[in-house]
């Protein structure tokens, strides 16, 4: 099974600026994924990222907001672009490997 | 969007009981997967269950998916505090990779 790490674990920011949050899976992977959650709730699907390719948005997150890259089979990233209260929440990185879905543990944002 | 609806939400029980947590929509699927987060981590792959009326265990826990595939239930049996977690079901978003729709989850909290 796929080990996902995810870090920053957690952070506290200020307002207006931006965050990156970088997902390193130990092994090749084709298809990541970046998911929110807010405390006690559950996950919603921000984007999916494939190497060499756009990533795809779902409804309600914008490229602008939260760019992502992917620039190998291992790697990605996800930057909150000027942050703001509401923004505070945890994101998941995933990857699918043989029909599963394995996730990072986590960044708990907190934006003040 | 095709809704997984989870119920209770929200699940207090003493280390010894049984529980039932469920998992309904009103449209069909091709397969249904259960997770559990603990705080901290990222959702675990529990079990995948794929054909209509299929049963699957997992030592105290115990899978159900509808004869219709539009539901599931996550039955455990003498619930123990290492338990406590959130349960969310999931099902394949569809088209290419396996992006996952979550339910709303079950918070459960097993008192010793």
């Known amino acids: 099974s796929a080990v996902i790490s995810q870090k920053p674990s957690r952070d506290i920011c200020q307002r207006g600026t931006s965050l990156t949050i970088q997902c390193q899976v130990d092994s090749q992977v084709t298809m990541m994924f970046w998911y929110r959650q807010q405390p006690g709730q559950s996950l919603t699907l921000i984007a999916t990222?494939?190497?060499?390719?756009?990533?795809?948005?779902e409804s309600g997150f914008v490229i602008d907001k939260f760019p992502i890259s992917r620039p190998n089979l291992t790697f990605s990233t996800l930057t909150v672009s000027n942050m703001s209260p509401e923004d505070s929440s945890i994101y998941l990185c995933?990857?699918?490997?043989?029909?599963?879905?394995?996730f990072g543990q986590g960044t708990r944002l907190t934006v003040v | 969007t095709q809704l997984l609806e989870q119920s209770p939400q929200f699940l207090s029980i003493q280390e010894g009981e049984n529980l039932t947590v469920y998992c309904n929509s009103s449209?069909?699927?091709?397969?249904l997967q259960w997770y559990r987060q603990e705080p901290g981590e990222g959702p675990v792959l529990l079990v995948t269950?794929?054909?209509?009326?299929e049963v699957k265990k997992l030592k105290r826990l115990t899978f159900q998916f509808g004869d219709a595939r539009k539901d599931s239930s996550l039955h455990i049996t003498a619930a123990q505090p290492g338990d406590t977690g959130l349960y969310l079901c999931?099902?394949?978003?569809?088209?290419?990779?396996?992006?996952?729709?979550f339910g709303g989850g079950t918070r459960l909290m097993v008192k010793p």
């Open positions: 990222a494939n190497q060499g390719s756009e990533a795809t948005y």
């Open positions: 269950v794929v054909t209509g009326g």
């Open positions: 449209s069909v699927f091709s397969s």
């Open positions: 995933g990857a699918e490997e043989n029909t599963e879905a394995f």
């Open positions: 999931a099902r394949p978003r569809g088209g290419a990779g396996n992006m996952l729709t």
